[in-house]
């Protein structure tokens, strides 16, 4: 993907000055043989947001695409995201038996995701017991994704179906330790996602590419009166269940299609769980999907070597946070390409309040407000590593490095998240390097939103570029062939 596109005058509104005044930093070697792995994607979960907003065009337009919008007053870069996950719903308004679905006091209806499978009773799928008229807006924002190019789709879960739990309860059980899948229902659980799976593809023209039966399963705040859908499923349950969806997909032909684990909230929690796997359950799993929620904290280096060892690559399958600024997302994701080593990279809701969303919006009025400056640094990300790059190892936290063989193609994504400008110093020795670099600058305290700067010109085999203070820039170098 090329940072060369036809919008490239309207961003470039201004040389951004160079900063005088800026700290030394030692030499980072950029080694194309030091290979991390081969990245696989950026991504965006679908619900909450989708099911809000599932028919704008725009937004579709925004995230799946790398053309400028106009995302209301604001004309925006794509990001040009490459991979979707939808999400399963849990809920539904009909009887069972008597029995009706029991809700929380305290969720909100956008996140109340409804559910396909009305009651248990007929597991065909063209039977009364399924309607699939339900989660219209979701289901389109996936199409939308599909018809913009995205080839990357995960099916994932936040909880059964509410029928499926121990208190009809899709928020979570009376206790948030407790699993809350009826072990009768563990079957079940499995032939909806592999139907929904089946249905995908045969209907909506959508082939899931993974599924991912969990959502943060180990984590214990999954209680009858939580603000979301959740249920907390044991390690030992995960065990059991993974086999079944196994047999459920393979049943309906998606014998090749993926099943991803464990999605858990915090790396030490994915350590642990992946630990108590037996080898015969690691194997139905193609690839650990985990959340970055612990942020600053855990052992990502431990899970992507525990992960290896078993021939598995990590994915951070989900991210947020509340810095609508967005240096601190910045910040975790340096951590997870660093030391996670991650190879592909999801953020959760593309439009929410509090910061959280890289719109800022009301889900519950279905109103967008403003562009956060999260939206731009994450561009500087997705818009110039491409999906099949190589991710080099660097040896410097704050720098990414990502080379993409086919089109001779150097990145380097560097943050400087302090409140001094530095200068940043590459040695690229192992490359012909003698060239030009553009350069690409987001400040999201200041005025620069992906702007381009000047560009960098640089001979044998040094470059050297200023970092200003609290900024995300991208360095890409064309036409740069190695050494070897």
């Not at 989708?50 to 790398?66: E, Q, S």
């Not at 214990?220 to 459920?248: I, N, Y």
């Not at 600024?325 to 910045?330: K, S």
Request: charged share 20%; with cysteine.
């Amino acid at each position: 993907m090329s940072h060369v596109f036809s919008l490239l005058t309207t961003f470039a509104l201004a040389l951004l000055p160079v900063h005088s005044h800026s700290a030394e930093t030692g030499s980072v070697m950029i080694d194309p043989a030091a290979r991390q792995g081969t990245w696989q994607g950026w991504g965006i979960s679908l619900a909450w947001w989708a099911g809000v907003f599932g028919d704008r065009d725009d937004l579709a337009d925004a995230l799946f695409t790398t053309k400028p919008v106009k995302l209301g007053p604001d004309l925006i870069p794509g990001l040009g995201l490459t991979f979707a996950r939808y999400n399963a719903g849990a809920c539904g308004w009909n009887d069972v038996d008597g029995r009706k679905m029991v809700v929380s006091k305290i969720i909100q209806r956008y996140r109340q995701m409804e559910g396909f499978w009305l009651d248990g009773k007929n597991p065909d799928p063209n039977s009364k017991s399924w309607n699939w008229d339900v989660d219209a807006k979701q289901r389109l924002m996936l199409t939308k994704a599909r018809e913009r190019g995205v080839k990357q789709f995960e099916l994932f879960s936040n909880s059964p179906m509410w029928w499926m739990t121990k208190n009809d309860n899709p928020s979570g059980g009376p206790k948030p330790t407790d699993d809350n899948l009826a072990t009768e229902h563990e079957r079940n659980f499995a032939i909806y996602l592999a139907t929904i799976a089946k249905r995908a593809n045969e209907q909506w023209g959508i082939t899931f590419t993974s599924v991912a039966p969990f959502n943060e399963p180990r984590s214990d705040w999954w209680f009858a009166d939580c603000k979301q859908e959740g249920c907390h499923v044991s390690a030992p349950a995960q065990a059991r269940l993974l086999p079944l969806v196994r047999e459920e997909l393979d049943r309906r032909d998606l014998k090749s299609l993926p099943i991803t684990a464990s999605e858990e909230t915090y790396y030490d929690h994915a350590i642990e769980t992946w630990k108590s796997f037996s080898p015969e359950v690691k194997k139905l799993v193609s690839h650990v999907n985990v959340h970055g929620y612990q942020e600053a904290k855990g052992d990502r280096a431990e899970l992507h070597r525990i992960a290896a060892v078993d021939g598995k690559v990590v994915w951070n399958s989900e991210y947020g946070d509340g810095d609508p600024h967005g240096l601190n997302m910045a910040r975790n994701l340096h951590r997870d390409i660093a030391h996670l080593r991650a190879v592909s990279w999801s953020y959760w809701q593309a439009v929410d309040g509090g910061g959280w969303g890289l719109v800022a919006g009301n889900l519950r009025g279905g109103r967008m407000t403003q562009i956060n400056p999260k939206w731009h640094v994450l561009a500087q990300y997705t818009r110039s590593i491409p999906q099949g790059a190589i991710i080099l190892t660097t040896g410097d936290e704050s720098t990414i490095a990502a080379y993409d063989v086919q089109h001779a193609r150097l990145t380097l994504v560097c943050l400087n998240d302090s409140d001094k400008a530095r200068t940043a110093r590459f040695d690229l020795s192992k490359f012909a390097a003698t060239g030009r670099a553009d350069v690409w600058l987001t400040q999201p305290h200041g005025q620069a939103r992906y702007q381009i700067s000047t560009a960098v010109t640089f001979q044998g085999g040094s470059l050297s570029v200023t970092l200003p203070e609290k900024s995300v820039q991208t360095i890409v170098i064309n036409d740069l062939r190695t050494t070897r």
